[in-house]
């Protein structure tokens, strides 16, 4: 890279030739590489570097590495007590990857601001693709045989790299979230990657932390490489997430 211009990845280019991430711009923030593609090979070698691909329909495939870069780590979700009494009368239970393709589908969907989304055809078949390989996963929230809620995400090694959640019902993507937090305390996980940060986010306990330890943290965390299936093959309730 050099002054303001990014690397462009060719077809022919190998998987792993992302330029460094401290090459990223400052404005936009994060914006790495444009080009490529979202193939499995790709996207496996960018998210363990710190990568994703973000983009909108009409615009070239983006990959993006902001700094700082917004997770949660064990411990740090924050739940109110108002949160805690909803929780333990909610009737609703969680399963995992049962309808990986309707989540990704509502993530995709009009957003209550009247926004578009970021997740057009080509990303979703990138994903769902990967979730057949056994890489992406849905975290699911379901009431009264509905699916109200969930989100959807990379899990490589220890490191769940979330991409996109949605909620229907009060409360439900929030649930998620407490699932995936209650694995991280189970040291399932070392580490859950929110990508960018919102005030959501933040108020649930997010926080924002260097790329460059974010980067340290993937490089002990995706070692080895490996797809998670340690998911439990029973729905889950809500009540019993809640910590002690």
């Not at 998210?47 to 990959?63: A, M, T, V």
Request: hydrophobic residues 40%; aromatic residues 10%.
């Amino acid at each position: 890279m050099s002054g303001n211009r990014i690397v462009w990845l060719g077809p022919d280019d190998p998987p792993d030739a992302f330029p460094p991430v401290e090459d990223a711009l400052g404005e936009p923030s994060g914006l790495l590489a444009a080009g490529g593609d979202l193939s499995t090979g790709r996207l496996l070698a960018a998210y363990p570097r710190g990568i994703f691909p973000w983009y909108d329909s009409g615009q070239p495939l983006l990959w993006w590495s902001p700094d700082p870069r917004c997770v949660f780590k064990q411990g740090c979700l924050h739940l109110s007590r108002r949160l805690r009494r909803y929780l333990r009368q909610s009737s609703a239970e969680v399963r995992f990857n049962t309808s990986f393709g309707d989540v990704i589908l509502a993530c995709a969907g009009p957003r209550r601001s009247g926004q578009g989304t970021w997740i057009t055809p080509d990303m979703s078949a990138a994903y769902e693709r990967l979730h057949r390989e056994g890489w992406a996963h849905s975290v699911e929230i379901w009431q009264d045989g509905s699916l109200v809620g969930g989100l959807y995400g990379l899990v490589i090694g220890r490191a769940f790299f979330g991409e996109s959640m949605f909620s229907d019902d009060a409360n439900a993507s929030k649930i998620a979230l407490l699932t995936l937090s209650r694995m991280m305390d189970a040291d399932e996980f070392g580490i859950l990657d929110c990508q960018v940060p919102s005030s959501h986010l933040l108020n649930l306990g997010a926080t924002l932390i260097p790329r460059r330890e974010f980067v340290g943290i993937l490089k002990q965390l995706c070692e080895p490489a490996t797809p998670f299936e340690n998911w439990p093959s029973a729905p889950m309730s809500i009540p019993e997430l809640l910590p002690e």
